[in-house]
Nanobody
Framework: QVQLVESGGGLVQAGGSLRLSCAIS????????MAWFRQAPGKEREFVATTTWNGGGTYYADFVKGRFTISRDNAKNTVDLQMNSLKPEDTAVYYC??????????????WGQGTQVTVSS
């Protein structure tokens, strides 16, 4: 059974950085696109970033371009999200996701349980 487990969330001041990591277990997902989504209180889940199966292509939501970087290591079965210049509006639960399709609204095959990121002003 595939499991995606996120880690690295926490409380940080505005302008700070966090690095989220998603550990994949159960099987290799090296042929899958991997993505990060987030959901703030009272809002719908939204796309943050995605990377193609080999990391050769990356796509970002406009509100994180230039601040966040997605990366993957298929040998280690991990996907990371480096978040810099964090803003209070980045506060949300961040989810790791795997899909056989690359896109900002992909049909997600696997979800992680989420990790909380809180940015204080």
């Amino acid at each position: 059974q595939v499991q995606l487990v996120e880690s690295g969330g926490g409380l940080v001041q505005a302008g700070g950085s966090l690095r989220l990591s998603c550990a994949i277990s159960g099987r290799t997902l090296s042929s899958y696109a991997m993505a990060w989504f987030r959901q703030a209180p009272g809002k719908e889940r939204e796309f943050v970033a995605t990377t193609t199966w080999n990391g050769g292509g990356t796509y970002y939501a406009d509100f994180v371009k230039g601040r966040f970087t997605i990366s993957r290591d298929n040998a280690k079965n991990t996907v990371d999200l480096q978040m810099n210049s964090l803003k209070p509006e980045d506060t949300a639960v961040y989810y790791c996701a795997a899909s056989r399709v690359v896109g900002i609204h992909p049909p997600v095959d696997y979800w992680g349980q989420g990790t909380q990121v809180t940015v204080s002003s």
